[in-house]
């Protein structure tokens, strides 16, 4: 689950719960207020098994979110390759492309982590420091997360369009 502030928007098929749809001011401190547009991450959905569309189900809850927040102008969220994703869930549903962000994770103890995570749990992330705790410590590249941007009022669909790439 995200830390911080979340929205959570149950889902439902034929009156059984099947999972929801998250949205968080996200993990880095710079989303809620991405390229000056008031911003939430859709962070996580986490479905059974259902017969609906995720893109469908995406849909519903951006609607049901925007009423709630009706000052929210802006939707971020990212496909990890890491995991397998390349964002058909977004791609579907006509999400705007901004790029691949790389970032360098640690691997500390034979674990890839977040420099974040290790800084929580140890104090620093410097290799140096952690050097004390792993010899063998290491920063790694990733694979990279694609970005992708929805706008959700029309002021700012022209700012998000010029942000995106093919």
């Known amino acids: ?7 959570k928007i149950g ?10 749809v998250i949205y ?3 993990a880095n401190a710079s989303i809620s207020n991405f390229q000056g547009m008031k911003t939430a991450e859709l962070a996580r959905v986490a479905l059974t098994k259902h017969i609906t569309p995720v893109t469908r189900i995406v849909a519903i809850s951006i609607k049901i979110l925007q ?3 009706p000052k ?6 990212y496909a990890d390759r890491d995991r397998g994703h ?24 034979g674990k890839i982590t ?10 620093s992330c410097s290799l140096e420091f952690l050097r004390k705790i792993d010899k063998n410590v290491k920063r790694v590249e990733t694979k990279g997360k694609h970005r992708f941007l929805y706008p959700l009022h029309a002021s700012v669909v022209e700012q998000v369009k010029r942000l995106a790439t093919s």
């Not at 889902?11 to 999972?19: D, L, R």
């Not at 929210?72 to 969220?77: A, G, M, N, Q, R």
């Open 1 to 7: 689950m995200p830390s911080g502030k979340t929205a």
């Open 11 to 20: 889902v439902w098929e034929n009156g059984k719960f099947i999972g929801c």
């Open 24 to 26: 968080a001011l996200g």
């Open 67 to 69: 009423k709630t927040f």
């Open 72 to 77: 929210l102008e802006l939707l971020i969220s």
């Open 86 to 109: 390349e964002g058909g869930i977004y791609k579907g549903g006509n999400w705007v492309y901004t790029g691949l962000i790389v970032a360098k994770w640690i691997k500390l103890n």
């Open 114 to 123: 977040h420099p974040r995570s290790i800084n929580a749990k140890y104090g």
